[in-house]
């Protein structure tokens, strides 16, 4: 369980409270699916809350690598954090549209790279503008921060790993894509995949853990329902995977409000796995 000091969530009203606060820094972590317009980049422009700049998933990522949006090095992560303003000693705020799609990965890659001073707005923009909280437009210029970085690899899987684990089956691995993507019986929404799923891992998708009303994560016990009721155990290691290393760390970030440290992101997800070359992969409900 999380106290207040430790819940990766805050609420409109707390950043409403603090928006003021030179210390605190707001990224807007917002993110679409290849081909999928308007980009989030000109949402962004055309609506942020005030202060916000925009934190882009797939350039604060390894610009050679052919999978999509992967970590990028440390020194990598540092430059382009720094050139949004943020330095080591800033609380940095994520939010995304209001879908629970990329908020958790920007908080997810801060804590990776030894910054634990962020949090997610609960809700997003969406709970930010249906509540009458006023927004910019336009792009914000800050002056440049100064960030360290330096990447705890416990926080990330790999291939290699993970094919490993389908021997051990030491670490549980959880997907988060929606339950006909994960069970195989629709097309894949990355090009050129197969579908189906890891072998041995449990399907929580993304979208059931938060309320598509309010935008507002659900209560603890409707999360804790949603990881027990597949057979997952919460005192045991678990590794959270998706479409590409995004919508996974929705399902990190509920883990970590119901009190479980230590879990894992498989970075490179069905976007790498799902390769026609790929490792094996299993298909239906479980």
């Not at 942020?48 to 999978?67: E, Q, Y």
């Not at 990330?156 to 069970?183: I, M, Y």
């Not at 579908?195 to 507002?216: C, M, Q």
Request: charged fraction near 20%; charge should be neutral; hydrophobic fraction near 40%.
């Amino acid at each position: 369980m999380t106290s207040s000091t430790d819940d990766p969530l805050v609420s409109t009203d707390w950043l409403a409270a603090h928006i003021d606060d030179p210390k605190v820094r707001i990224i807007d972590a917002s993110y679409k699916m290849p081909g999928v317009t308007p980009l989030p980049a000109d949402d962004y422009l055309a609506a942020h809350i005030p202060g916000a700049v925009f934190f882009n998933v797939n350039t604060i990522a390894a610009a050679n690598d052919p999978r999509p949006h992967m970590y990028p090095s440390a020194e990598q992560f540092a430059r382009d954090v720094s050139a949004l303003g943020i330095s080591s000693g800033d609380t940095v705020v994520a939010y995304d549209s209001g879908g629970w799609v990329a908020a958790p990965r920007a908080w997810w890659m801060f804590l990776s790279f030894g910054h634990p001073n962020v949090k997610v707005l609960d809700g997003g923009l969406q709970k930010w503008c249906a509540e009458g909280r006023p927004t910019h437009s336009g792009k914000v210029t800050p002056k440049p921060g100064k960030f360290q970085a330096r990447l705890d690899p416990s926080y990330v899987r790999s291939k290699e790993q993970l094919v490993g684990n389908l021997e051990t089956r030491n670490e549980q691995l959880v997907d988060a894509r929606p339950r006909p993507r994960f069970e195989g019986t629709v097309a894949e929404a990355w090009p050129g995949r197969r579908s189906g799923h890891i072998p041995g891992s449990r399907n929580v998708p993304y979208a059931e853990l938060f309320d598509p009303k309010t935008g507002a994560m659900k209560p603890l016990d409707d999360l804790r329902k949603a990881f027990t009721g597949t057979g997952l155990d919460l005192t045991k290691p678990i590794v959270t995977t998706c479409g590409s290393g995004v919508s996974a760390l929705v399902l990190t970030l509920a883990l970590y409000r119901l009190g479980v440290r230590g879990s894992a992101l498989y970075d490179g997800s069905w976007a790498e796995w799902g390769l026609p070359d790929g490792p094996p992969i299993a298909t239906g409900a479980a």
